[in-house]
């Protein structure tokens, strides 16, 4: 990390990092470790939470803008982070909390079972050689995570650069019994909550297209996960 992202740790991170028991992993979460989200933003709200924040472009810019909302953010890059929270602190977005851990396990262990209103998970890696595809993040096992910590009716947002991944991600969540699709014809209109950041731009740029999908946990849909 550069100098200003060291300071921003030690000197913010007692403010937006959420302290969580870690397993064998640096970035593991030990299973019921679940937090209570009225004790870590201070009120009850609804929650929306970002899955691959990066350095937080998208999500700083919709805490600050929705005060009413309490927003988290999952990374695994410690530098990432330390961005996000620099420019939290600059925009004043005192709503959002992040934490460095594997996102499924956040998803399962950390966050108590149906507490979240909205999860984003905008251009995740696409793992785009061949060999790599199986280390996706979109498969059945995330579509039963998300739909385990998502409310009824909750919404699961999702975007992608690459085309073959924007149809896997569709397959997935097709043949997911806990979701229904919350949008009409073959993809989503692009989410108006998604701040346009240089990487969405770049992609734009060397003709990718951008493609938006949208997700609602149905109701009464929630499944105890298997040990």
Known sequence: MSEAQERAWSELARQYVVSVPRDVAATSILP???????????????????????????????????????????????????????????????????????????????????????????????????????????????????????KDGGMLRLATDWEDYALQMRDVMDAAAAFERAYEGQWAPRFDGRVLTAFERKGARVGRDIRDLAYRRVNGALRPLED
Do not use: C
Request: proline share 6%; hydrophobic share 50%.
């Open 32 to 150: 019921d470790s679940a937090i209570d989200p009225v004790a870590v933003w201070g009120r009850a709200a609804p929650l929306v939470v970002e899955i691959g924040s990066g350095q937080g472009h998208a999500i700083v810019h919709a805490a600050s803008s929705h005060p009413e909302v309490d927003f988290l953010a999952i990374e695994v890059f410690k530098a990432g982070l330390a961005r996000t929270m620099l420019d939290a602190d600059r925009a004043g977005a005192r709503n959002l909390r992040l934490v460095e851990a594997n996102a499924p396990e956040v998803l399962e262990h950390l966050l108590p079972a149906a507490s979240v209103d909205e999860l984003w998970v905008f251009f995740p890696d696409p793992w785009h050689k061949k060999k790599h595809t199986k280390r996706r993040l979109v498969t059945a096992g995330f579509a039963d995570v998300a739909a385990r910590a998502l």
